[in-house]
Nanobody, 123 residues
Framework: VQLQASGGGLVQPGGSLRLSCAAS????????IGWFRKAPGKVLEGLAC???????SYLDSVKGRFAGSRDNSKLTSYLQMDSLKPEDTAVYYC??????????????????WGQGTQVTVSS
């Protein structure tokens, strides 16, 4: 099982980035895909989850700015991030969850993790 997050970089406040999470080695459609971030000095935080049943959940603080999707045919999930703020600076990760859960943001529920991509929002 492999997950590869990409698309991070340096962007000015107010800018946008699109992250991708490419999967291989498992039946992508049978897993929930989550996006998380780890900012300096903070705990790993759940941002969004794209469940296998098509439902989507977002962290309240990123609703309206972040939007994503999953493309089962391409084994890829995307996270479009707009109106980025300096406090969005973090390493962003995608993860896959085997067992369906009612909730979505619990780190321990996710079984497989990508290596992370750095997002830096700074002028």
């Amino acid at each position: 099982v492999q997950l590869q997050a990409s698309g991070g970089g340096l962007v000015q406040p107010g800018g946008s980035l699109r992250l991708s999470c490419a999967a291989s080695g498992f039946t992508f459609a049978n897993f929930d895909i989550g996006w998380f971030r780890k900012a300096p000095g903070k705990v790993l935080e759940g941002l969004a989850c794209f469940k296998r049943d098509g439902s989507v959940s977002y962290l309240d603080s990123v609703k309206g700015r972040f939007a994503g999707s999953r493309d089962n045919s391409k084994l890829t999930s995307y996270l479009q991030m707009d109106s980025l703020k300096p406090e969005d600076t973090a390493v962003y990760y995608c993860a896959a969850r085997t067992v369906p859960q009612t909730g979505w943001g619990k780190v321990d529920d996710f079984d497989y993790w990508g290596q992370g991509t750095q997002v830096t929002v700074s002028s």
